[in-house]
């Protein structure tokens, strides 16, 4: 499979949505493309031309600065005359609304645990779907161990946070569990700064 990698670093919308289309002119089979920006935005305006065309997507937050989509095309992404979508350049506002998110736990619901934990991982990847994301997502308690080397839910959490979502988990709970060192997205936070969060936020979901 091809790989194709197009660095829009330095620029700014709808030119890393054009540039992508266009490095998949001509392509004649699948391919893998890898965007490189520099802003929460473009992360969201490119997973918005994959999710158009229905190519599965990802991405993930390298630096303060760089960030990475990776686009898995079957196809050309080109329209019928080789030029790109009128409605795929469109500068898209940022997507993240006023929301709070606050994981208590790794497992969802009540009753059989195996169950709740693939309820939880189903909730997580749903949440990075929806068309308006949230602000923050908080994780204390149980609900640490979904940012740590082993969740299941790494990859959507990491979209998420490419895309601008601040993922903050609780300092005191992931040294309770001993999982001060396996943090493997967002950011360490404390009681004072959740209780703000949560303070501030217009909704907050508590799955």
């Known amino acids: 499979m091809e790989n194709i990698i197009v660095d829009a670093r330095g620029h700014q919308c709808p030119v890393p949505v054009v540039m992508t289309i266009k490095a998949l002119e001509g392509v004649k089979g699948p391919c893998t493309v ?7 935005t473009a992360v969201q305006n490119v997973t918005r031309l994959a999710g158009s065309r229905g190519f599965p997507v990802t991405s993930e937050k390298l630096a303060a600065d760089h960030f990475v989509i990776y686009m898995q095309a079957p196809q050309p992404a080109s329209g019928p005359s080789g030029e790109p979508r009128a409605e795929e350049i469109v500068c898209a506002p940022d997507r993240r609304g ?32 929806l068309e308006e994301l949230p602000k923050t997502i908080l994780f204390y308690n149980g609900g640490a161990k979904l940012t740590t080397e082993g969740s299941l839910s790494l990859e959507d959490l990491r979209s998420m946070e490419a895309q601008g979502v601040k993922i903050l ?31 501030g936020a217009d909704k907050i979901i508590k799955p």
Not at 170 to 190: M, R, S
């Open 98 to 129: 006023s929301t709070v998110v606050a994981v208590t736990t790794d497992s969802m619901g009540h009753g059989n645990e195996e169950l709740g934990k693939t309820l939880m991982k189903g909730f997580l990847y749903a949440l990075s779907q």
């Open 34 to 40: 890898e965007t490189h920006v520099d802003n929460e």
């Open 169 to 199: 988990t609780c300092g005191t709970c992931l040294n309770f569990y001993g999982l001060t060192e396996k943090l493997a997205v967002g950011e360490v936070t404390n009681m004072y700064s959740i209780v703000e969060t949560l303070a």
